[in-house]
C-alpha cells in the first residue's frame, strides 16, 4: 500500500512563490505516476499536474508557465513549484499516486495553499 504526505502548503501574498512536496512509501516510487490535484470550496477536485514513470509531465491551462512539476526518485518524493500565485489557485492540494500495472490509486492528506493579501 502507497502511503503519501503532502507538505509546503501556507499563506502566500498575490504574486509569490511555493513548493509542495509529495513524499511517498511502500511501494517502488519510480514505477509511480504521481499528479497534482485542488479542491477549493464548494467546487469539484480538479486535475492540476501530473508526471508519469518517464517524467512525461501535463498541466491544465491555467497554470501552464506558472507550476512546474518534477521527481526525485532517490528521494521518493514529487515537487509541484509554485510561481506567480492568484488568489484563484486557493484550494487544498492533493497528491496523487497511481499503480499502472494495477490500475489503483492512493491520495495524500492534503495541504491548504490559501493566496491573499
Known amino acids: 500500500q502507497v502511503q503519501l504526505v503532502e507538505s509546503g502548503g501556507g499563506l502566500v501574498q498575490p504574486g509569490g512563490s511555493l513548493r509542495l512536496s509529495c513524499a511517498a512509501s511502500?511501494?517502488?516510487?519510480?514505477?509511480?505516476?504521481i499528479s497534482w490535484h485542488r479542491q477549493a470550496p464548494g467546487k469539484e477536485r480538479e486535475l492540476v499536474a501530473s508526471i508519469n514513470t518517464a517524467d512525461g509531465t501535463n498541466y491544465r491551462d491555467s497554470v501552464k508557465g506558472r507550476f512546474t512539476i518534477s521527481r526525485d526518485n532517490a528521494k521518493n518524493t514529487v515537487y509541484l513549484q509554485m510561481n506567480s500565485l492568484k488568489p484563484e489557485d486557493t484550494a487544498v492540494y492533493y497528491c496523487k499516486a497511481y499503480i499502472p500495472v494495477s490500475n489503483t490509486d492512493y491520495w495524500g492528506q492534503g495541504t491548504q495553499v490559501t493566496v491573499s493579501l
Open positions: 511502500g511501494f517502488r516510487f519510480s514505477w509511480l505516476a
